[in-house]
């Protein structure tokens, strides 16, 4: 622990200091050194690597390498004019972006992005470990759906209530797969928290990825669907309405519009980088010969993980045409809830059977 | 005072339908990404589900046929250029071939020869825009790109060719303007040799794509009969499976010297007609490396008098096959320098009146798909 750290600790006492003083600093820093700048890079890193996949260059002129354009990005969407349709509900049409926003932010509490602290007078690399962590998650990230439903609605736009409808029937098909493929390690590690999780994979001495494979993909599927990336944009499809629920929208609203799917994006890659990835842990968590990776700390791994899924959202946009609505429906409905429950059953007889019952 | 046009497009659309609570009418355009300029579509849609699609047009209405009258026939080669402004080399080819056939020109081979490599050159550019505007509708970003990549390489052989790069002006009733520069058939023979590998590039992205696939076939069937009864041409007819096509039944220029299929598709779906221009642009990469083996060696320009006029109540109609289907033009003459009249046969605006039948019944998203299929520039539809 940093120095100036130890002094706050001194001069506050133990309780204050794990209850109050750490958890604000934690939240403080995640925030500001880590979402943020996590989000508003994203958006640098898909422009570029959408560039090199699309022999162009992607943003080069605004700093080197173009590295400060997120930046101007940001300046130019706060300075601008936040203008209201004139027949919109005006107070449905403000909280539409933060109803997007805030959720995906505040999951970010409960994920472990590096091993709990050892010992008293370290920190642990989370804000909290609640133990219905995984609940915590489903619950919040249906809330965002909310958002797009009320902004579509709140416009007064044709094309805007079209995209509203559509995102409301895409998520809620899309969340239940989800919800299932998450019960695969559940099962597994038998716990909601998702510290608990990931040091279940390290006893386990494989990353849940191996026995819960179906479980994974439908995870990645489903999560696309989520936050309304390519294949499955249909609520914002700019070729078909305008763009979607977000038509009406411009300025900062706008931006948190963007800054909440990002953030998602980001929250489904953390979210599934802990429960199938091993989180933290290193690649083989138990093999002794490959000690010499734990060298590497844990949120670098974590950072890592979250990266491959991060490129793979992005690669997809840069490859698949996008679904219709009906063919959306059938693939949710008749493909993927079918196989997650499939997979539930499948896992919860092999766990019988290996442990004969004797829980 | 309402005008009468736009109150009786109103009427004849309430009276054919009948009103539902749930239906709601949808205006797409004209100001819309995927509308390809300034084509407004009247939507009364059930949900998603279009019950009626009414095309309104104009809205790029520059009086083209009316411009021709006002001017000379060698001048109106330009006003050729901005009507399907993806494709000016086929339009030009189009014009000038009815004007010598009304003036009684004979072209040099020379002439020939380079006039169907610009208009091959060009059916690929139209037909590489068609693709990336198509893919990009249905959602796939990255065909776009590659397409401009080469796209951009055919416009620059026409820069070099004649200084312009997307109104051409290209060609002369009675031959061309200039003969091709110095070093010309070296850089096209270099397109010509790298192109069909890119061709497999834009394949390896959509064509096998499942997604691709899923939003293309079975949607927006035309079958053979329908299409011939809407007047439909080019692409779109071919892939209904009927192989007309006009290089090969009426062969002008340089056709009737080279070899290549006219491929046909099938089922008349937009899968189909995706493959049918897929395959011509290989096609045309075909008849241009031949057009280049066999150039001859000449004049480029016939012999012709110095004011061109046409005989009293002469009357001409010239069609090609340009990338979109048959464009034509039928010029009637009454002695002076000036046409008496020209009339534009305009394959996109005959190919657009088959949207509503294409998209009876299915979702917006088809929409898209369905005016990206029929492949149209507003340019030449409002001419």
């Not at chain 1, 997120?70 to 919109?88: C, F, G, Q, W, Y």
């Not at chain 1, 993980?305 to 949710?332: C, E, H, N, S, V």
């Not at chain 2, 009258?69 to 030009?92: C, I, K």
Request: charged share 20%; with cysteine; aromatic share 12%.
């Amino acid at each position: 622990m940093p120095g100036f750290l130890e002094s706050i600790r001194h001069a506050v006492g133990d309780t204050l200091f794990y209850w109050a003083v750490s958890p604000a600093i934690k939240i403080l820093v995640l925030l500001f050194l880590f979402i943020l700048p996590l989000i508003t890079y994203l958006t640098y890193a898909e422009r570029k690597v959408l560039g090199w996949m699309q022999v162009r260059r992607g943003p080069n002129r605004v700093g080197p390498w173009g590295l400060l354009q997120p930046i101007a990005d940001v300046m130019k969407l706060l300075v601008k004019e936040d203008t209201t349709p004139s027949r919109a509900v005006k107070w449905a049409f403000i909280l539409a972006p933060c109803l997007v926003v805030g959720p995906a932010f505040v999951i970010f509490s409960v994920i472990p992005i590096g091993p709990p602290a050892g010992e008293l007078g370290k920190l642990s690399w989370f804000i909290t470990d609640v133990n219905t962590g995984l609940l915590f998650i489903i619950a919040l990230a249906t809330i965002g759906v909310y958002g797009l439903i009320i902004g579509g609605w709140a416009s007064n736009s044709k094309f805007s209530l079209m995209g509203g409808l559509r995102s409301a029937a895409q998520m809620i098909s899309y969340e239940v797969p989800q919800g299932l493929a998450l019960v695969g390690p559940l099962m597994l590690a038998g716990t909601l928290s998702l510290v608990g999780i990931v040091e279940a994979q390290k006893k386990a001495g494989w990353w849940y990825i191996v026995p819960q494979i179906v479980a994974f993909f439908i995870y990645l599927v489903a999560g696309v669907a989520e936050t309304n990336r390519n294949p499955f944009d249909l609520p914002e499809a700019e070729s078909e309405l305008v763009a979607g629920f977000h038509t009406e929208y411009s300025g900062m609203r706008f931006a948190l519009f963007f800054l909440g799917e990002y953030a998602n994006m980001i929250v489904i890659s953390a979210v599934a980088t802990t429960l199938f990835l091993g989180g933290w842990l290193r690649p083989f968590p138990n093999v002794v010969a490959l000690a010499v990776l734990d060298w590497v700390p844990g949120p670098i791994w974590f950072f890592l993980k979250m990266a491959i899924f991060l490129f793979a959202y992005i690669w997809f946009r840069g490859t698949f045409p996008r679904y219709r609505f009906d063919q959306l429906m059938d693939l949710g409905w008749k493909w993927m809830i079918p196989l997650a429950l499939a997979n539930i059953f499948l896992t919860g007889l092999v766990k019988l059977m290996l442990l004969g019952g004797s829980r | 005072m309402t005008a009468p046009f736009a109150q009786s497009f109103d009427d004849g659309l309430s009276d054919s339908l009948l009103h539902r609570e749930e239906e709601m009418e949808l205006n797409f355009g004209p100001q819309h990404p995927a509308t390809h300029g300034v084509l407004r579509l009247k939507l009364k849609v059930d949900g998603e589900r279009i019950i009626h699609c009414y095309p309104i047009i104009g809205y790029l209405h520059r009086g083209t046929e009316k411009l021709f009258e006002l001017h000379p026939f060698f001048q109106n080669v330009p006003h050729t250029d901005r009507m399907d402004y993806v494709a000016a080399a086929t339009n030009n080819l189009a014009y000038v071939g009815a004007v010598e056939k009304l003036v009684g020109l004979v072209v040099p081979p020379r002439a020939r020869y380079i006039r169907t490599v610009l208009a091959e050159l060009q059916r690929i550019s139209s037909h590489l825009l068609w693709l990336a505007t198509h893919a990009i509708d249905i959602g796939a970003m990255t065909p776009f790109f590659y397409c401009f990549r080469e796209r951009e390489l055919i416009l620059d052989l026409f820069e070099q060719y004649c200084g312009a790069r997307l109104t051409l002006n290209c060609m002369r009733p009675g031959g061309l303007p200039h003969d091709l520069p110095v070093g010309w058939t070296e850089t096209c023979r270099a397109f010509v040799e790298a192109f069909p590998s890119k061709v497999d590039e834009y394949e390896g992205l959509l064509t096998e794509n499942r997604i691709w696939k899923k939003r293309t076939i079975g949607v927006g069937v035309l079958d053979a009969e329908t299409a011939i009864d809407y007047g439909v041409t080019g692409p779109m007819l071919r892939g209904s499976g009927v192989k007309w096509d006009l290089r090969k039944a009426l062969p002008y220029e340089a056709y009737g010297a080279v070899e290549f299929e006219v491929p046909v598709g099938k089922n008349g779906d937009t899968y189909d007609r995706y493959l049918v221009r897929m395959e011509e642009m290989r096609q045309a990469n075909r008849i241009i490396a031949q057009c280049l083996d066999k150039l001859p060696e000449g004049p480029i320009m016939a012999k012709r008098p110095r004011v061109m006029k046409a005989a009293k109540e002469a009357e001409v109609y010239h069609g090609i096959e340009g990338p979109k289907g048959e464009i034509g033009f039928y010029i009637v003459g009454d002695g002076t320098p000036n046409p008496y009249r020209c009339h534009v046969r305009p394959p996109s605006f005959i190919n657009l009146q088959s949207l509503p039948e294409l998209t009876k019944g299915q979702l917006i998203a088809d929409l898209v798909a369905l005016i990206g299929t029929t492949d149209i520039v507003l340019g030449e539809v409002d001419r």
